[in-house]
């Protein structure tokens, strides 16, 4: 398939700039795959189209204050943008000036309180980035760094914990898993109340989410690897309500890679690893029978896996209804509900 198919028009005027409140206040599309349904309602209404016995799988990735801006050692002002750690002061990373950033070049955070030592580059075109600092690299970038919002959001975010969503616990993500962000504690809690497990996974979110597609052809794209992990009693619960014939409902995009990634024949596995998966339209899904997402960007990898779910012309036609009806669009932007 090509890339154009996956393109749909959005006005700059929907993408959403700041966070409903309260969270769960947000709307929600709701599409039906079998009756070819849309329905439109409000996110806390989530509930009524869950059953008792589902599993509701959510990604509990918790996002750092990942974007640092620095002084080079030659002058001039330059941006970092932590992907993944590899060591514990050695990040890969995105910068900008990339020209003036190559190995070799030294910045400074901070007025010296964290400095960057560029090691190296990576086959996609960021940077390895050593560092230096006194005390724990981690108290550096808290008092540093600042939330990696995405570039189309131009508002600034007072409050970090809204770029997180209430189940976040381990802390790597570059980006958060926005479909979760929707959730309250008290929205969880009646779910939790009408028989419906919430199961952890994980999947730390790096630059796959950042890398556009550039080719035409989607089938030449290749994902960045990204850390995820299903632990044994994650697997047990999520087996158990298939077992029951409850269905598996993933909560966001990362969380339907994640058991994508860890599915063996029908079942899922405890696994821990790195994940390049790419999901498509042809793709089989093994474990995911619905899907709580956001709106996702024009031909973007996103887009192409809610087309893999459903098909990629109701997928398209549900967007066009989305941008008429005025619906929020992205990171902080309404939801949708595909079953």
Known sequence: MKLSDFMYDLPEERIAQTPVEPRDHSRLMVLDRGAHTVEHRHFYDVIDYLNPGDALVVNETRVIPARLYGVRAGGGACEVLLLKQLAPKRWEALVRPGKKLRPGALVTFGEGRLVGHIAGTTD????????????????????????????YIHEHLEDRERYQTVYAKQEGSAAAPTAGLHFTPELLGRIRGKGIDIVPVLLHVGLGTFRPVKVENIEEHEMHAEFFEVTPESAQRINAARARGGRIVAVGTTSVRTLESAAEDGVLVPKRGETRIFIRPGYRFQMVDALI??????GSTLMMLVSALYDREHILSAYEEAVRDGYRFFSFGDAMLIQ
């Open 293 to 298: 997402t956001n709106f996702h960007l024009p």
């Open 124 to 151: 996609a075109g960021g940077r390895i980035v050593d560092f230096e600092c006194e005390g724990t690299f981690e108290a550096a970038l808290d008092e540093l760094g600042e939330m990696p919002l995405p570039p």
